[in-house]
């Protein structure tokens, strides 16, 4: 009998804790978190700005630009890669990971950078590299030194008496083949990404033990986070079998999330996450929403947030449509609404300008759809993500030719096709609205020589729009697109119904207007946005009642009749509800 009470007293409390951790799931998008309200800033070092007049940005270029950052009112400045590197992928080949580029500066550039930020209380997220290293990284010069090595075991290699290595795809090979022959010892070693990119071999503990060293070198610097690198990639199946059917379209599938990377994700937590105050966020999301679950939800003890790519992946389709948009979002918000959080964003290094791919860039509606975007990333639920030049929308560069392009991707690919008989008037077409390297010109400080970036010319050359889209003309106009999401980001900040309050979209399938709610208690907002060249309407819920507009980035208000709301062209509103 007493063994029997004991069992149901057990079971009891087995249920109680199991109910207790479901309330703390379905509560946890409320729990306040710093990083939850920040608004973070991408910065790519190597084109805001020139100190020193090479052609290359640099820290102290950031350095004299950290009041106009402070000004934007963001929280957290993401920078791209600033370590050591021969710079075959701009940065993202790391020679050294405790060290400066000599083109961006020195540590001390680094610490006077960083106090500068803190003083001005912004936080200071840094890119962490960890699938691959640069192939003039020590490492691998003393891992292919020899096959007895003790670095041998830091990269993945296929010995030549085993024969050929299965096909893997590389993104940015000339010939997409992930394998290269090393002659010193006779082996093949894996880069995913450039030859000059090997592969870390995240199963070598050794190896992991040198990454979270890393990591608390620079925590212990007083960085506030990571961004961590193409992560969901870092974890290979050793034993290297076939993959049937691997190829340019799906290989995340084979890829991402390979066990057992969330062992590791969670041996990083324990020796470095939970030991510091830090921000945390891995590019890419998984396969699927169980994977990215597994990243972020709270009881996992892995990682802050996830950076998921299926919204900027419709945007960059043929086919896109704003309809497809609106349920992209949708659907990753409501599979987030009681755990995990994500990160909102549409522009970054790796994407044409925001503004070509779901706004429209003509001078007629430049401004008016600018301002519309940072309406949405602003009034989203995660962590909203800005690149740099975004908040005074800058558009695509105008590249023509194969010659203006710098990124090692475009130019391997466009070698590539030229090999196969490919179409490469249809590539150059798809390239020059397309290519990454339009979101990597100079920012556009003014009209002046190289937009007042540098003194000479830059590594890549200035955007076509510089003279029109540029920070000076927007300083001092109050309607200007800077000068709009610089309120934006203050009406973000004042309403925390903007960053925890629930989400529900309104009239999903409306083709042109992308409308939604943000509810938390009594605080309730009501934000409409029209994708569109068209005047359009949205009929919102009879129950609805609007009460006063709160944001409008145009002079005319939108008609309302009869709970049907019509909107100019790229009109942004918010509304409070009643």
């Keep these: 009998m ?133 192939d003039e990284h020590e490492w691998f010069r003393q891992a292919r030194s020899s096959r007895d090595s003790k670095y041998r075991n830091y990269y993945h290699w296929w010995p030549e008496e085993k024969g050929t290595p299965p096909y893997r795809y590389s993104l ?45 070198f620079w925590a212990d610097k007083g960085v506030d986070g990571f961004r961590m690198d193409a992560f969901q990639f870092c974890v290979k199946d050793t034993s290297f079998p076939v993959f049937e059917g691997l190829n340019a379209s799906n290989f ?44 972020v939800d709270t009881q996992r003890k892995e990682l802050n947030m996830a950076y998921a790519f299926d919204a900027v992946d419709v945007s960059s389709s043929p086919d896109y449509s704003m309809l497809k948009l609106k349920k992209t979002f949708t659907k990753w918000d409501k599979e987030f609404q009681n755990d995990g959080w994500l990160s909102i964003f549409m522009g970054n290094h790796d994407q044409s300008r925001v503004i070509d791919r779901i706004g429209n860039p003509s001078e007629q509606y430049r401004e008016a759809s ?31 030719d194969i010659s203006e392009f710098k990124d090692i991707q475009t130019i ?20 020059i609205k397309y290519s990454r390297d339009n979101s990597r010109t100079p ?66 399938n409306n083709p042109n207007i992308y409308a939604y709610t943000r509810i938390e208690g009594n605080h309730k907002l009501l934000v409409v946005l029209n994708f569109s060249d068209v005047t359009s309407q949205v009929t919102i819920p009879k129950a609805m009642r609007v009460s006063t507009v709160e944001i409008n980035n145009l002079p005319t208000k939108p008609t309302i009749t009869n709970n049907t709301i019509a909107l100019l062209p790229w009109q942004a509103v918010i509304y409070k509800l009643n």
């Design 172 to 216: 940015f090979d000339v010939n997409h083949d992930a394998w290269k022959y090393d002659t010193l010892t006779r082996s093949y070693y894996l880069h995913y990404f450039s030859r000059k990119q090997p592969d870390l071999n995240w199963s070598n503990p050794d190896l992991r033990k040198e990454v979270y060293d890393i990591m608390k």
């Design 2 to 134: 007493i063994k029997k009470t004991i069992q149901l007293v057990t079971i009891i409390w087995m249920m109680g804790m199991l109910h207790a951790q479901a309330q703390l799931n379905k509560n946890y998008s409320k729990q306040r978190k710093w990083w939850k309200e920040a608004v973070v800033y991408q910065l790519y070092p190597r084109s805001f700005k020139d100190s020193d007049g090479d052609g290359v940005g640099d820290l102290k270029g950031i350095t004299e630009k950290l009041n106009y950052l402070k000004s934007l009112g963001v929280d957290v400045v993401w920078l791209n890669p600033i370590y050591s590197s021969p710079n075959d992928d701009n940065g993202y080949d790391i020679s050294d990971y405790r060290n400066i580029m000599k083109e961006f500066g020195t540590m001390k550039d680094f610490d006077q950078m960083l106090e500068g930020m803190h003083e001005r209380g912004m936080r200071l997220v840094m890119d962490l590299v960890v699938n691959h290293s640069s």
């Design 252 to 295: 995340v599938q084979f890829y991402a999330m390979v066990p057992p990377i969330h062992d590791y994700l969670q041996e990083m937590h324990k020796e470095v996450y939970a030991k510091y105050n830090l921000m945390s966020v891995a590019e890419g999301a998984g396969r699927n929403m169980q994977d990215a679950h597994d990243l």
């Design 370 to 400: 600018a301002k519309l975007i940072s309406t949405f990333l602003l009034t989203m639920r995660g962590t909203p993500y800005i690149y740099n030049g975004d908040e005074i929308g800058m558009t695509n560069a105008g590249f023509k």
């Design 443 to 508: 920012f556009q400080w003014n009209d002046g020589d190289n937009a007042g970036f540098s003194t000479s010319q830059p590594w890549i050359r200035v955007g076509n729009s510089y003279k029109e889209i540029n920070l000076q003309n927007q300083e001092n106009n109050p309607e200007s697109c800077v000068n709009y999401f610089r309120q934006m980001v203050k009406f973000r900040k004042d309403n925390k119904v903007l960053v925890y309050g629930d989400y529900t979209v309104v009239d999903e």
């Design 412 to 431: 391997n690919e466009y070698k590539y096709q030229q090999s196969q008989g490919g179409d490469l008037a249809a590539f150059m077409q798809k390239n």
